[in-house]
């Protein structure tokens, strides 16, 4: 199992705001049904990391649509073998103190 926190950023639009964009991309993740979160810049995905892969390669395209002209789109990895990962169990691990 693998999380991937994805960010698409359009480039040089004529609006600073982006978010359908942002909508358009998490079409993409629900079309799926690919477990994610959205947070204030990024979306994270939880699931098989080719899978993943699959839709991050189809949210960064989407950004193309509605005449968009540049894409920029960032990508983390975090997979683990040793043992099951979720997006709860991880945040959940990150804020015991």
């Known amino acids: ?25 998490l ?20 699931g098989d990391l080719p899978a993943l892969m699959d839709i991050a390669e189809k949210m960064h395209r989407s950004a193309f649509t509605g005449g968009t002209q540049r894409v ?11 043992k099951d990962q979720s997006m709860e169990v991880t945040v959940a691990a990150a804020t015991t103190m």
């Open 72 to 82: 920029v789109t960032n990508i983390s990895i975090d997979e683990r073998r040793d």
């Open 1 to 25: 199992m693998a999380l991937v926190e994805i960010s698409v950023v359009p480039v040089g639009t004529e609006c600073p705001s982006f978010s359908s964009v942002v909508s358009r991309a």
């Open 27 to 46: 079409q993409e993740a629900h079309r799926n049904g690919i477990k994610y979160t959205v947070g204030p810049t990024s979306t994270v995905m939880e």
